[in-house]
């Protein structure tokens, strides 16, 4: 059973909106979350995290919100823009020292 | 500086033969993970590394897969007698410390089974 579960797997936003990826996790044990963002042809880079004591961490354009009694996170992309166009993975972890687990990912294409 | 790099970026290989892949991590990084991601899937855990010593070797799907890592640097996973459902990106990624930290991947190396 998936412990980490990314329901979209592809969305479209026109450049300037707002972008929204979700996130639902099942275990409450998990206190570590990340954004990983990927290129075709590229490995994974880390974009963004939040740890279980905030429920909003923000770096520019890049928002993540974490909504720990839904066990929920999102990514907000605001504006977006057309090199925001990858694959965004969701990954978490609790900090006894264990694996980060990921979900499948969400490719994301902002159109011009 | 120089990244994580992998290699072969993409081997082709027929179901029954052994395969090694390659990590060498960022410079004077500690940590050092292998991960899987099968077509449709997720980053799959495979093994962890402190070190030349691997704490976790909790994700590897059977004992067909092995990994070392050698000097505290590069990293062998070798596949023996490979399926085809050993197709998948193989990634590298290392971390100055351990898994607190933040991890940088590498390219990945595409493995083929036919």
């Known amino acids: 059973d998936q412990q980490v579960k990314q329901n979209s797997p592809s969305l479209s936003v026109q450049e300037g909106r707002i972008s929204i990826l979700n996130c639902d996790y099942t275990n409450s044990m998990f206190d570590y979350f990340l954004w990983y963002k990927k290129y075709p042809a590229e490995g994974p880079t880390f974009l963004i995290s939040?740890?279980?004591?905030?429920d909003k961490n923000e770096d520019g354009r890049f928002t993540v919100f974490l909504n720990k009694s839904a066990k929920h996170l999102s990514l907000h992309i605001v504006p977006s823009q057309p090199g925001d166009s990858a694959v965004y993975f969701c990954?978490?972890?609790?900090?006894?020292?264990?694996?980060?687990?990921f979900g499948k990912g969400t490719r994301l294409s902002v159109i011009a | 500086g120089a990244g994580v790099s992998q290699s072969p970026s993409n081997k082709v290989t027929e179901k029954g033969k052994d395969v090694e892949l390659r990590c060498d991590p960022i410079s004077g990084h500690t940590a050092l993970y292998w991960y899987r991601q099968s077509l449709g899937q997720g980053l799959e855990f495979l093994i962890y590394f402190q070190g030349n010593s691997a704490p976790d070797k909790s994700g590897l799907p059977s004992d067909r897969f092995s990994a070392e890592r050698t000097g505290g640097s590069v990293s062998t996973l070798t596949i023996q007698r490979t399926q085809q459902e050993d197709s998948a990106v193989y990634l590298c990624?290392?971390?100055?410390?351990?898994?607190?930290?933040?991890?940088?991947f590498g390219p990945g190396t595409r493995l083929t089974v036919t």
């Open positions: 990624a290392s971390s100055f410390y351990g898994r607190g930290d933040e991890q940088y």
């Open positions: 939040i740890s279980s004591i905030k």
């Open positions: 990954a978490v972890y609790f900090s006894g020292n264990t694996p980060l687990v």
